[in-house]
């Protein structure tokens, strides 16, 4: 997706490192989701930031939209192989139920 | 489970065919969403339907359809299926619109032969 890029588009760590992926968009986000896919599986829900300077934990993972509002982050402290999997971001432009994805960061935890 | 169910999960065809994928959302949620994922597309939006209306349209290609029922069960018509069709399809579903998080189902995988 143009309107949301994601960084990096892949990411191989040692289990129990810390990582961080970046999701910026070209307009201002009134909501961001983050999402866990495995591959070829469907999408499930991890985290979603509305205000500026929001940040929500669950489990070791920490996402935070920053105060302009044109970025989140999501961090993994202690990496473990249950991590890996493809994380993407998605939002709502336009109001009207218009959905957009980042194209996804491959996230790989070597044990 | 996301409590959204999609049937059926594999569906192999052959061009110029037509399929129905068909998604039941999660007890009371509203809004339905349907998308299409490639390997070289990424997750792109097809369509979001609202209590039985079509609110938004995204990359949805004119031999698709879509239609939500007064069950609020969902169907994606695909109709003269070509190669490139060939994708995993998702359904997801709201309580009500797009500012809220979508629960996706798990998918149907579409391979055209």
């Known amino acids: 997706s143009q309107e949301l890029e994601q960084s990096p588009q892949s990411l191989i760590v040692q289990e129990g490192k810390n990582l961080t992926i970046n999701c910026t968009s070209s307009k201002t986000l009134y909501g961001l989701y983050w999402y866990k896919q495995k591959y070829g599986e469907g999408l499930i829900f991890l985290m979603m930031l509305q205000k500026g300077g929001e940040e929500k934990s669950h489990e070791k993972i920490t996402a935070k939209l920053d105060e302009k509002k044109q970025q989140s982050s999501l961090h993994i402290t202690a990496s473990q192989p249950s991590h890996a999997g493809i994380y993407l971001c998605?939002?709502?432009?336009?109001?009207?139920?218009?959905?957009?994805f980042g194209d996804g960061t491959t996230l790989t935890v070597k044990p | 489970d996301s409590g959204v169910t999609q049937t059926p999960k594999h569906l192999i065809t052959a061009t110029g065919q037509r399929v129905t994928l068909r998604c039941s959302p999660r007890s009371g949620d509203l809004s339905v969403y349907w998308y299409q994922q490639s390997l070289d597309q990424g997750l792109q939006f097809l369509i979001h339907?609202?209590?039985?209306?079509?609110?938004a349209k995204g990359n949805i290609l004119e031999r698709f359809s879509a239609q939500q029922f007064p069950d609020l069960h969902s169907e994606l018509n695909l109709s003269s299926l070509e190669l490139g069709d060939s994708a995993l399809y998702f359904c997801a579903s709201s309580p009500t619109g797009a500012d809220q998080p979508q629960h996706f189902g798990d998918g149907t995988r579409l391979s055209i032969l």
């Open positions: 339907y609202y209590n039985g209306e079509e609110r």
């Open positions: 998605g939002a709502a432009f336009g109001g009207a139920g218009k959905s957009t």
